[in-house]
């Protein structure tokens, strides 16, 4: 089966320190993987993607992500959190072989919370 | 600014009454998506359009149906809400020449009293 775990529901850091959102993945052939974060009755907003290529990805407001093949890890991380960087974050996982239209999968997501 | 918009943003309807939610797009991608949330789950597809091309996922309830009369639009239609049925709804397009990245609405969320 093909899934996306996350398994922290909560992750909660102060404000300046390093922050890191774990995934891992569960699926047959090359991932494509995904992060998401969506604000409060907000839609989702893409982060990042690794698809091929330097395992470290760069996104969007300072987030990063690491593949690791091996772990089956994609954490988001970021270096100095922001207290407006509280959110859920979702990771999401492409399913191979799924023709030309792009359908995730997503995990359970982690609600960060950044505090003062 | 290209976006995806969903209307209304809040949608109040009755047990077993006919909703119908909207979507458009001005990105003029060639996929577009619903998908449903409930209480800060997981997003679940519903189904997705490629161009006129339906793709219904095995596990939507036949009360979900969708139409979409051209490229910027698609409309998710509830026949008989349940109370079950609450929930966030979600659009998203993706481009053609960027299968992998879906782009999201600000959703529209569904009371059923």
């Known amino acids: 089966a093909q899934s996306v775990a996350q398994p922290e529901d909560q992750v909660n850091v102060a404000e300046g320190n390093p922050l890191t959102v774990k995934c891992t993945y569960s699926?047959?052939?090359?991932?494509?993987l995904f992060w998401y974060v969506q604000y409060p009755n907000r839609g989702l907003q893409f982060l990042l993607k690794y698809i091929t290529g330097d395992n470290l990805v760069k996104g969007s407001y300072g987030f990063e992500a690491e593949f690791n093949k091996s772990q089956t890890s994609f954490h988001l991380k970021k270096p100095s959190a922001l207290v407006s960087d509280s959110a859920l974050y979702f990771c999401?996982?492409?399913?191979?072989?799924?023709?030309?239209?792009?359908?995730?999968?997503f995990g359970t997501g982690t609600r960060l919370q950044v505090t003062l | 600014d290209a976006m995806v918009i969903q209307n209304p943003r809040y949608q109040v309807t009755q047990f077993g009454k006919p909703v119908t939610l909207s979507c458009s797009q001005t990105?003029?991608?060639?996929?577009m998506y619903w998908y449903q949330q409930k209480s800060s789950q997981a997003p679940k597809l519903l189904f997705h359009y490629y161009d006129k091309d339906f793709n219904n996922e095995a596990d939507t309830p036949d009360n979900f149906q969708s139409r979409r009369p051209n490229t910027s639009f698609c409309f998710l239609d509830i026949r008989s809400p349940g109370l079950g049925d609450a929930a966030m709804y979600l659009c998203a397009t993706s481009n053609p020449g960027d299968q992998e990245t879906q782009y999201f609405g600000p959703g529209t969320r569904l009371l059923v009293l």
């Open positions: 699926v047959s052939g090359n991932p494509y």
């Open positions: 990105l003029n991608h060639n996929v």
């Open positions: 999401a996982v492409r399913l191979p072989n799924t023709g030309t239209a792009s359908k995730l999968t």
